[in-house]
T-cell receptor
Framework: GAGVSQSPSNKVTEKGKDVELRCDPI?????LYWYRQSLGQGLEFLIY????????KSGLPSDRFSAERTGGSVSTLTIQRTQQEDSAVYLC?????????????FGNGTRLTVT | GQQVMQIPQYQHVQEGEDFTTYCNSS?????IQWYKQRPGGHPVFLIQ?????EVKKQKRLTFQFGEAKKNSSLHITATQTTDVGTYFC??????????????FGQGTILTVHP
């Protein structure tokens, strides 16, 4: 079946502009995660959803970042007034559920470049 | 808060040599997962360990979970060029309402020289 789909795959934007990143998880997966990966670095947790609710938003770097999930499916990550330090690959992952026995399936990511 | 530390950050080996990466958590983990990310790719799930002292093998890869469930290791025997990539461990947050939050180690970047 189809994997996790993210769009766009690449996004170049000017500093100060808003961007919206989209994630379409695997059908039936209730948990959805957003991570950020800077060049050559590890995965920085941003937020996760269980269904449409986000129990943990502690990883969002600032109030310029927000995310929502509707219908227990598609999620969007919005970055307002982008800054150069926002440049990174934004990875989305989904899993059947949170907890034991639920590995994450990652999408190919959105590479965001802020000029 | 919970931290998952991974060492070494980099490992360069000759093809045929063994490789080990270690993962340590500041808190007890209910389970630990391992992922591999090829250059230019996204992380791909390798395995999950749940039980104290558990050992699992996948061909040349051996995964261990410590008795106290606070550390884990991945050992690759006789590395091949196809093993190149970054290996991450990840553990769920153990407390509060964030039990679904999966914290990743910094990763170990493995390069294999033919």
């Amino acid at each position: 079946g189809a994997g996790v789909s993210q769009s766009p795959s690449n996004k170049v934007t000017e500093k100060g502009k808003d961007v919206e990143l989209r994630c379409d998880p695997i059908s039936g997966h209730t948990a959805l995660y957003w991570y950020r990966q800077s060049l050559g670095q590890g995965l920085e947790f941003l937020i996760y959803f269980q269904g449409n609710s986000a129990p943990d938003k502690s990883g969002l770097p600032s109030d310029r970042f927000s995310a929502e999930r509707t219908g227990g499916s598609v999620s969007t990550l919005t970055i307002q007034r982008t800054q150069q330090e926002d440049s990174a690959v934004y990875l989305c992952a989904s899993s059947l559920a949170t907890g034991v026995g639920s590995p994450l399936h990652f999408g190919n990511g959105t590479r965001l470049t802020v000029t | 808060g919970q931290q998952v530390m991974q060492i070494p950050q980099y490992q360069h080996v000759q093809e045929g040599e063994d490789f080990t990466t270690y993962c340590n958590s500041s808190t007890t983990l209910s389970n630990i997962q391992w992922y591999k990310q090829r250059p230019g790719g996204h992380p791909v799930f390798l395995i999950q360990l749940v039980k104290s002292g558990e050992v699992k093998k996948q061909k040349r890869l051996t995964f261990q979970f410590g008795e106290a469930k606070k550390n884990s290791s991945l050992h690759i025997t006789a590395t091949q060029t196809t093993d190149v990539g970054t290996y991450f461990c990840a553990g769920p947050y153990a407390g509060g309402t964030s039990y679904g939050k999966l914290t990743f180690g910094q990763g170990t970047i493995l390069t294999v020289h033919p």
